[in-house]
């Protein structure tokens, strides 16, 4: 079956070190690879996305590489700040026309120490 | 504008009470879904409707009954709550296609004493 393994937290980085989330994924065929996050008492919000082997994406400084040859979508940014304190999920879009659903991780608490 | 909104936000209620959760979303999307969140984080899908036909429901108990009176509204309603039931539960919608992200609501946190 589907699934989305990524690394347990919480991880703690001072500010302005080098983050990395390890994310790797089981599939049949080829999904959708997913980034969220989840600031405290939120939703979840889209943070990046790749859609096919050798996709980056990137958005606020964060970056991840759908990687089909080691199924992972790692997530990485070269300086954390303080505000990036939160819950990041990766996730997975997987199915057949209208029956796709979104397969999340267990999330990775990230704090960001001033 | 909010693109999908539940209501309520938060709902306190006794065990063996029944309660509804309702979601909109305005971004014209076909997809519409029922995650679980528990408390630790770990999120779960419950149930996905296309254009208001149930696609996936994921062993959630008969307690909980989805309705999606069109494609814009999903209803969570659930019978006979039970402590178990505590957690947050979110809405998301989706456009049809596995390229496109799923945008989620502020989400419902459900407390049974």
């Known amino acids: 079956g589907n699934s989305v393994t990524q690394m347990e937290g919480p991880v703690t980085l001072s500010e302005e070190a080098f983050l990395t989330i390890n994310c790797t994924y089981t599939?049949?065929?080829?999904?959708?690879l997913f980034w969220y996050v989840q600031y405290p008492g939120e939703g979840l919000q889209l943070l990046l996305k790749?859609?096919?082997?050798?996709d980056k994406g990137s958005n606020k400084g964060f970056e991840a590489t759908y990687r089909k040859e080691t199924t992972s979508f790692h997530l990485e940014k070269g300086s954390v700040q303080v505000s990036d304190s939160a819950v990041y999920f990766c996730?997975?879009?997987?199915?057949?026309?209208?029956?796709?659903?979104?397969?999340f991780g267990t999330g990775t608490r990230l704090k960001v120490l001033a | 504008d909010t693109a999908v909104s539940q209501t309520p936000k938060y709902l306190v209620t006794q065990m063996g009470n029944d309660k509804s959760i309702k979601c909109e979303q305005n971004?014209?999307?076909?997809?519409m879904y029922w995650y679980k969140q528990d408390s630790k984080k770990f999120l779960k899908i419950m149930f996905s409707?296309?254009?208001?036909?149930?696609?996936i429901n994921e062993t959630v108990p008969n307690r909980f009954s989805p309705k999606s009176p069109d494609k814009a509204h999903l209803n969570l309603h659930i019978n006979s709550l039970e402590l178990g039931d505590s957690a947050v539960y979110f809405c998301?919608?989706?456009?049809?296609?596995?390229?496109?992200?799923?945008?989620f609501g502020q989400g419902t946190r459900l407390t049974v004493v």
């Open positions: 971004l014209g999307h076909d997809t």
């Open positions: 409707y296309n254009n208001k036909e149930l696609i």
């Open positions: 599939a049949t065929g080829y999904p959708s």
């Open positions: 998301a919608s989706s456009q049809t296609g596995k390229n496109t992200e799923a945008f």
């Open positions: 790749a859609t096919k082997a050798d």
């Open positions: 996730a997975l879009s997987a199915g057949t026309s209208g029956t796709y659903k979104y397969i």
